[in-house]
């Protein structure tokens, strides 16, 4: 990096070790602070109490099952919205990133912010221009020295600006969910993010601008690294497009089983192998699991690492190391459907969103992240 250094940490054992290093040794927070310019971003709040992540893996993760029927029906209602069928099944479409993009963040906001906003364009404009904007301003930042960054952020108010103006047009209805937490009105209450930020925020003493701040970070965190993945895997698919019929056939036979429920989702496998193998091979990023030190850490192998020192794991060395991935240069769609199928005690290792050292896509431990629109390749696969 031009602004500091990073120590990459590298083998499962030293990986693990990275791991288990506690907060206040080693802090994730701190590393996102750095490497995105958070302070910048988004202000000081969201890395001294970022309370919005444990809203989503908490609460979001507990009603999601709840969720998953509506969010279906807007999945599709998006899907014919964006990439309507017709005919033959083909569709044109000009840019496959942007149309993507719309409909990773349509459907999460779903989930953040519920129905009717979740398809206002301008706020999904916004949203969706945020993470390219927090990359652009990091892009700035680095050119200049820890004093003068703060300086330079001054003029560089792009992700603040989009804060601000996302802030007017959700105003009305982040009021109405204010009125909703101080009246207690629990009957109207909706089960969505926004409504549990809100009711964390007041709690706090945060105000709206907070509550903005946090819907936002949210959308950073899901749109860009999703619709990444879900362009990757149709990238793979159309160089392989032998594979289309077997992932079909394995959708329709379990939708028509058991219809497009969340414990659906997990049932199937070909699909969770396809997917596994195409995010190994075109991950995000070279490295995952980041931290900075607070204090001084040692490695089993000796390795002295000092107080203020990034650490990051090397996942795509991990991801295409022969040891743990035969011929790892091949994609191989049913990798890991042939280790579920030959060894049930091999499951939970396998799935596209689990966390291991030897797949660190997602990164590892409690800081590690999920990405729950593998259901959109599920989703495309079963339309006719």
């Given at each position: ?23 206040d ?99 999904l404009?916004?949203?969706?221009k ?31 600006n ?13 009021q ?34 907070g ?14 690294t ?34 497009w ?34 204090k ?39 990798r ?28 590892l ?9 593998v ?10």
């Amino acid at each position: 990096m031009p602004d500091q250094w990073m120590v990459i940490v590298t083998g499962p054992r030293l990986i693990e070790e990275l791991r288990r290093f506690p907060d206040d040794t080693s802090s994730f927070y701190d590393a996102a602070s750095d490497l995105f310019e958070l302070d910048t971003s988004f202000g000081p709040d969201l890395k001294e109490d970022p309370f919005h992540v444990a809203l989503l893996r908490g609460q979001l993760t507990r009603n999601l099952g709840n969720m998953f029927p509506n969010m279906m029906n807007e999945m599709k209602q998006t899907f014919d919205d964006l990439l309507p069928v017709h005919g033959d099944g083909w569709i044109r479409t000009p840019l496959l990133v942007p149309v993507i993009q719309k409909l990773v963040a349509r459907v999460s906001n779903y989930a953040f912010v519920g129905y009717p906003m979740c398809r206002h364009d301008k706020y999904l404009e916004l949203a969706i221009k945020h993470s390219d904007h927090i990359a652009w301003t990091r892009k700035l930042l680095i050119m200049f020295p820890r004093p003068l960054k703060y300086l330079v952020a001054r003029f560089a108010r792009r992700t603040r600006n989009n804060v601000l103006e996302g802030q007017k047009i959700l105003l009305p209805l982040i009021q109405e969910r204010i009125r909703i937490v101080k009246n207690n009105d629990k009957d109207n209450a909706p089960q969505d993010v926004l409504q549990y930020i809100t009711e964390a925020a007041l709690s706090k003493n945060k105000g709206i601008e907070g509550i903005s701040r946090s819907i936002f970070a949210t959308n950073w965190a899901a749109i860009h690294t999703s619709s990444s993945t879900f362009v990757y895997a149709l990238l793979d698919l159309a160089a392989h497009p032998d594979y289309a019929s077997e992932m079909r056939e394995e959708v329709e036979r379990v939708i028509g089983e058991e219809g497009w429920t969340k414990d659906a989702m997990t049932k199937l496998w070909k699909v969770d192998s396809f997917m596994r193998e195409s995010l190994r091979l075109n991950g995000m990023s070279a490295v995952s699991m980041f931290r900075k030190t607070r204090k001084p850490v040692v490695f089993s192998n000796g390795v002295r690492i000092p107080a203020g020192t990034i650490l990051v794991a090397a996942a795509r060395d991990t991801h295409m190391d022969e040891e743990y991935y035969p011929d790892p240069h091949t994609f191989d769609p049913w990798r890991s459907y042939r280790k579920r199928v030959n060894s049930e005690r091999e499951v939970e290792g396998e799935l596209y969103s689990s966390y291991s050292p030897t797949h660190l896509h997602f990164g590892l431990g409690k800081h590690a992240w999920y990405d729950p629109h593998v259901n959109y390749l599920r989703k495309i696969l079963s339309r006719k």
